[in-house]
């Protein structure tokens, strides 16, 4: 199995920034894509930002440009730092990564953590 542990939500003033963190551990084999979803009440879960294991960054057309994702592959670690943030980001964040698991064969599962709550308000 692989857990992820977030962590960095919290309370945030419009305009201000945040850095989450999560790290992978368990009986990994190797992670593919790492990255952070989100869901704001109401909504469905969207994609913020991913990582390739090449480092390889995607994000979401809304966040581009005051976002950054990174990742340590020695760690299986991943970092989001948002910049600017506004209250529309506010919402549960959700760390995931794509990782097989020693034993099971090459296949890439789909791992998440629990979520950290991103509240962006005055």
């Known amino acids: 199995q692989v857990q992820l542990v977030e962590s960095g939500g919290g309370l945030v003033q419009p305009g201000g920034s945040l850095r989450l963190s999560c790290a992978a551990s368990?009986?990994?084999?190797?992670?593919?894509?790492m990255g952070w979803y989100r869901q704001a009440p109401g909504k469905q879960r969207e994609l913020v930002a991913r990582?390739?294991?090449?480092?390889?960054?995607n994000y979401e057309e809304s966040v581009k440009g005051r976002s950054t994702i990174s990742r340590d592959n020695a760690k299986n670690t991943v970092l989001l730092q948002m910049n600017s943030l506004k209250p529309e980001d506010a919402a549960v964040y959700y760390c995931?990564?794509?990782?097989?698991?020693?034993?099971?064969?090459?296949?890439?599962?789909?791992?998440w953590g629990q979520g950290t709550q991103v509240t962006v308000s005055s």
């Open positions: 990582i390739s294991s090449g480092g390889s960054p």
């Open positions: 995931y990564a794509r990782a097989s698991v020693i034993g099971r064969g090459p296949y890439k599962y789909a791992w």
């Open positions: 368990g009986s990994i084999s190797s992670i593919d894509d």
